[in-house]
């Protein structure tokens, strides 16, 4: 409060939405070493608030947080851009947090900016893409051009489809002669498979 010359009455105002907003009534006094990680991101979130920034930075803000603190987390950003008018520039690796708070993403890859634009851009440009999870046995999955494994236990796989190269239902055919497929669904693709796809794409 003194470093940013916040006024007592602004203060105590602040820290009563904060607290309100952010779930924290229970565990304001506690010593942070008492504190699980979700809780202690949120006390801090709430620290860097105090003053009211017009900007705020974050970096990881969900990172080994549980569902229930990165939930809190997500709503709480969206609740402060919306009431406040505050800026949030945040970096992550997890699709989720793009998905659930994001208007606007920036692609950064080898020191360039690869993609630059609203939330509906970046699904555009994986709008000819499919998601196919397969349960199988018998052999790997064959390389085929078009299809691309992002995950593979060597028993459950999901695989993006390119279907400006090879149509789902060819897919299927290829992956099915060379593997004993038990299960299969076919799904758009989620933002995580989209951004891969982009860094594929630029060679990153």
């Known amino acids: 409060r003194d470093i940013y010359s916040v006024g007592e009455a602004e203060y105590k105002r602040t820290l009563s939405e904060l607290v309100e907003l952010l779930d924290i009534k229970d565990i304001i006094k506690t010593p942070a070493r008492q504190l699980s990680l979700g809780q202690r991101m949120r006390c801090e979130i709430a620290a860097s608030l105090i003053h ?12 080994g947080l549980d569902a229930v603190s990165k939930l809190a987390v997500r709503k709480f950003i969206k609740s402060i851009n919306k009431s406040r008018g505050t800026t ?11 998905e659930a708070i994001t208007d606007r993403i920036i692609l950064i890859g080898r020191g360039r900016i690869l993609l630059d634009g ?10 000819e893409g499919k998601t196919i999870v397969i349960e199988y046995s018998g052999g790997g999955l064959p390389e085929i051009e078009g299809l691309t494994a992002v995950e593979d ?49 630029f060679r990153i």
């Open 118 to 127: 609203p939330l509906y851009e970046l699904k555009g440009k994986g709008s």
């Open 88 to 98: 949030v520039i945040l970096t992550t690796h997890d699709m989720q947090d793009i």
């Open 52 to 63: 009211s920034p017009k900007t705020l930075f974050l970096d990881e803000p969900t990172i």
């Open 153 to 201: 236990s060597g028993s459950h796989a999901k695989i993006a489809v390119d279907t400006a190269l090879i149509s789902v239902s060819e897919a299927i055919a290829a992956i099915s002669s060379s593997v004993e497929i038990i299960d299969l669904s076919v799904s758009g693709q989620t933002v995580e498979e989209l951004v891969a796809s982009l860094y594929r794409e």
